[in-house]
């Protein structure tokens, strides 16, 4: 049993010590050190090379460092070999504090009191209760709910919408392609929680985003691919939208000339809403080896035709 570590080597350093304390029958390698390539039938990768791929012929599971995995070049691995995303409480704890900070900041128009203090301009706005501002998340997996548990507190009317049907507390949920306008319809601050697949890319353009009410503000904190940009732009210039707090980008990292980083009403930060915590996802992994070691399902096997 023996698993191929190729990412941040902080990291790696951590997850080494984690796994020969509690885990020593697994063996853990990274590319420095001599391995067997055909003992490999784990790897850890973020995006593993096509190369590297290739050269393991007995890889059974590759388990992505996050919790996306459209970084995978699908068309390089092997059928047989299953994919795991990482479902560990630190993503979810990052996003969670991420999404509540651009709500809020939404909510109480801090984009507008920045560009007011540039000018030495006291300018405040009257009060909106936060019970007349909708929320609606696009994707309501494990990272959608955890954001939707968090601002119910708040007083938020939310709602979510996703491919098959939920069922949340306190949550107007929608599902499929025929319900998305409607949904869209009743969010003033939209937040974009998807995977990106074939069927999510550009989703975030012009033509859903105008199905916002006017006046509506985006958070993107799932992928770079699924906002057209050109669109993004213009909707805010013609005042349809009032902002947005952007995550993700592509590419990453942004190039410095992009319109984004001048935009008066848009916030970036560079892919750091949540990041993977070391040491939970060092026991996630081990635990999903157990399983799958026990004929068992793992937390987080991703449909590969469905690629998420
Ligand atoms: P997840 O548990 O797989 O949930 C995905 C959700 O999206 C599900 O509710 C799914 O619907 C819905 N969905 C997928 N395709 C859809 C479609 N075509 N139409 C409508 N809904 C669709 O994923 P997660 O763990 O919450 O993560 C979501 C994404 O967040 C990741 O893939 C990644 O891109 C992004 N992320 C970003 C950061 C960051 O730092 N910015 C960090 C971590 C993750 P069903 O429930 O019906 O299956
Ligand atoms: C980060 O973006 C992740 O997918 O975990």
């Known amino acids: 049993m023996t698993l191929l570590y190729t990412s941040d080597p902080e990291r790696g350093r951590i997850w080494r010590a984690i796994f020969a304390a509690e885990a020593s029958d697994i063996g853990f390698f990274d590319p420095s050190q001599p391995h067997d390539p055909a003992t490999i039938r784990y790897l850890a990768a973020w995006a593993p090379s096509a190369e590297l791929i290739a050269s393991l012929p007995n890889l059974e599971i590759l388990f992505s460092i996050g919790a996306g995995i459209d970084q995978f070049d699908m068309s390089a691995l092997p059928p047989h070999v299953r994919v795991v995303r990482m479902i560990e409480p630190g993503i979810a704890a990052g996003m ?38 909708r929320v609606g998340v696009m994707g309501l997996g494990n990272l959608g709910q955890a954001v939707l548990k968090a ?127 070391a040491d939970s996802a060092a026991r996630v992994l081990i635990a999903n080896i157990r399983r799958y070691e026990a004929g068992e399902a793992m937390d987080g096997e991703v449909a590969r035709n469905r690629g998420y």
Not at 120 to 130: E, M, S
Not at 238 to 265: I, K
């Open 96 to 133: 969670v504090e991420y999404v509540t900070l651009a709500v809020l900041s939404l909510h109480r128009n801090l984009i507008d009191y920045r560009e007011a203090q540039k000018d030495a301009r006291w300018a405040p706005i009257k009060l909106k209760p936060a019970g007349e501002r």
């Open 151 to 277: 601002l119910k507190p708040f007083g938020f009317p939310l709602s979510g919408w996703s491919r098959s049907p939920h069922d949340i507390e306190g949550v107007t949920c929608h599902a499929g392609e025929t319900a998305l306008h409607d949904f869209l319809a009743t969010c003033d601050i939209l937040i974009c929680l998807l995977p990106l697949t074939d069927e999510t890319r550009g989703i975030l353009c012009r033509k859903t985003l105008s199905h916002l009410p006017s006046g509506a503000a985006l958070i993107n904190a799932g992928r770079g691919g699924h906002l057209v940009e050109q669109d993004l732009l213009s909707l805010l210039d013609d005042h349809h939208l009032s902002g947005a707090f952007l995550d993700v980008t592509e590419p990453e990292p942004l190039p410095a000339d992009h319109p984004f980083w001048a935009h008066p009403r848009i916030v970036i930060t560079p892919h750091v809403a949540s990041m993977t915590r």
